[in-house]
């Protein structure tokens, strides 16, 4: 079909081109018409870095009838999560064979495929570098890829966890280059922290509120409408940086208080004071109080890090930061302290450290996770062999070590396998993690000296003439 008007002849093909511009156009410039399809489902999520924050985000917005794309540099990823293979033990099969089957969820490893979502969530690591200073290179490389392949209207918001000012400093800045748009008039930018808890059975992502802070009103309006869809509560603050203080608060808080009871556990330890029995009576106050549990060291992605992305940024400002100093190495001696103690478990079996055979039980860095990073397992397995004893360990979660960027030389060292034979052959136990599924009453018939960094020993009586030692 053809019109002439104004002596132009328009092919129907040409209207119909034009006319979808001008309605893009308008959609973009009306946010009610985004936040219409997102309460119709037909907004489309897009998440970055499908680990142990993207995949249960995956999960939680594809459970609330949303369709999602997961992207990830790594295809064994993407590939088992087309298959329905779980990646990620604690968050089971039956996930992962619904989002397999689901026509409303797809994975690629293609990120020209960016464009296909109408908002991009980045869920990508944030460690530190090898001088304990924050590596952004993973979230620049990510935000480079969006930049790249960005059109007009899409919603971008970073969530893994970084210091104040990530999201106004180098995530704006470079979308904005590599696009040529302009954040709250070609596209939206918000920051939303994630407080996943992996392994936590009482709290999931859908359960947990969601502080956001945005780039403008209208991506905070439509942040807050996209998260209001999936998760019980959203919290807005002013802007992005105060939300990336948030979060860097909440792990600060952690890591300071773990520091004071891993200090009071040494502390009441040497006056023959039980921490945990002080603890669990002290939580019995129902206001003022909040009961941290001591342990071996600080594990995991996030707590032994997060606090020195603020330290880091802080210098900028001349400011220092003598509480996270301070409770990271509190926390990065515990395991000598725990070391200590095993010395002198051995010496009571009139046994000496040099060529002993220790096991350590778990090496994830806490229960019923298969999460190894930052363990501080790997920091008692170093000093163990530097004294010259014969480390292995006991994880169901982790069989055998897998490649890391760190602790190459355990790489491939596989775990012990649970029967009385292979336990009571070692001089000494430590408890470093302490997973639901070990029968503890069993461990303390085959072992008579065990280390017990947990208190996963209480109320189980040692065997005769043997010892279970706190640590
Ligand atoms: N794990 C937690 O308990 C937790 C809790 C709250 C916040 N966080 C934060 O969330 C962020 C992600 O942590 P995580 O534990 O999910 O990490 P993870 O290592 O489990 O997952 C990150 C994923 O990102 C992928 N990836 C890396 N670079 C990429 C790139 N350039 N493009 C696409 N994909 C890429 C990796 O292959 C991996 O699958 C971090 O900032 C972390 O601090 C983690």
Known sequence: MEWVENNYLYQSDEITESLNYLSNSFQFMNIEFFISQIEEKQYKIGIIGLGYVGLPLMWTFHQKGMPVIGYDIDSQKTENLKKGIPYIKHLGKDMMQVLAGSDRCDATTDFSRLTEADAILMCVPTPLDHHREPDMSYVEQTTRTIGKHLREGQLVILESTTYPGTTQELIIPLLEELSGLTSGKGFY??????????????FNTAGIPKVVGAHGEDALKLAQALYDTAIVETVPVSN?????????TENIFRSVNIALVNELKVVYESMGIDVHEVLDAADTKPFGFMKFTPGPGLGGHCIPIDPFYLTWKA??????????????????TMPIYVIDRTIQALNVHKKAMNGAKVL???LAYKPDVD?????????LFDLLKGYGAEVSYYDSYIPVVLPTREHEEWIGTQSVTWNRETISSFDAVIISTNHSDIDYGQLAEWSDCIIDTRNAMKGIEPKAGGHIFKA
């Open 189 to 202: 930018v918000a920051y939303s922290p994630e407080r996943e808890d992996p392994g936590n059975a009482d």
């Open 360 to 362: 350590v039980i778990g």
């Open 371 to 379: 999460d190894m990073r930052e363990s501080p397992t790997f920091k």
């Open 240 to 248: 992005t940086k105060t939300a990336e203080a948030v979060k860097l």
């Open 315 to 332: 210098r900028e400002f001349e400011k220092h930061t003598r509480f996270i100093e301070l409770a990271g190495e509190i926390n990065t």
